[in-house]
């Protein structure tokens, strides 16, 4: 199932600089995208999300943009800290479920 | 802050055995998911429950899984005979009943299932 595609595996950044995540999905049907942020052993946890019916949405230092018309979605995260290491996931729903992309592991070095 | 629960964290099980493994959603939430996470792999999506009834599954959620939520808390998954490719981290989530737009699936930390 390659619906949604997350085509770098790893992200380094040194602390303070923008993280960049992206994200590709092929089904036009997805009408709404998530990032989840995992440490090993835990759950996914929420960060932020985006309906279809719109092309940016912020949150603090993270910001997701939405390009419908290229299917691509990426996170930023500004400025980036140690702490933001993690696994990020991009996730697409429609009906009732979310399909995800395979994940990229971001390291922050301080 | 509210958060989903899972019991137990990590389960070891012959193949063929029965298990069950439960959630505690959070308390106003509404719409319950089960995922699953094999080693290496995807977090897949298996089953929406909402209302007593399943609402979507996946082509993962066969005859030998079933969901329920028995005592109106807990929500349960069983897989009624394991099969090895059943060990996976196994998530829950839950969700309010607002919009699936803008509403957000929160996780639980998961369950580990291992099969012998």
């Known amino acids: 199932d390659q619906q949604v595609k997350q085509n770098s595996p790893s992200l380094s950044v040194q602390e303070g600089r923008i993280s960049i995540l992206n994200c590709d999905y092929t089904n036009s049907m997805f009408d709404y995208f998530l990032w989840y942020k995992k440490y090993p052993a835990e759950g996914p946890t929420f960060l932020i999300s985006i309906s279809s019916i719109k092309d940016k949405n912020e949150d603090g230092r993270f910001t997701v943009f939405l390009n419908k018309s290229a299917k691509h979605l990426s996170l930023h995260i500004v400025p980036s800290q140690p702490g933001d290491s993690a696994v990020y996931f991009c996730a697409a729903g429609y009906g009732n479920k979310l399909v995800f992309g395979a994940g990229t592991i971001l390291r922050v070095k301080s | 802050e509210p958060e989903v629960t899972q019991t137990p964290s990590h389960q070891v099980t012959q193949m063929g055995q029965e298990v069950i493994l439960r959630c505690v959603p959070i308390s106003n939430h509404l719409y319950f998911y089960w995922y699953r996470q094999i080693l290496g792999q995807k977090v897949e999506f298996l089953v929406s429950f909402y209302n007593n009834e399943i609402s979507e599954k996946s082509e993962i959620f066969d005859d030998q899984f079933s969901v329920e939520r028995p005592d109106g808390s807990n929500f349960t998954l069983k897989i009624r005979s394991t099969k090895l490719e059943d060990s996976a981290m196994y998530f829950c989530?839950?969700?309010?009943?607002?919009?699936?737009?803008?509403?957000?699936?929160?996780f639980g930390p998961g369950t580990r299932l291992t099969v012998l």
């Open positions: 989530a839950t969700r309010t009943s607002g919009r699936r737009d803008t509403d957000t699936q929160y």
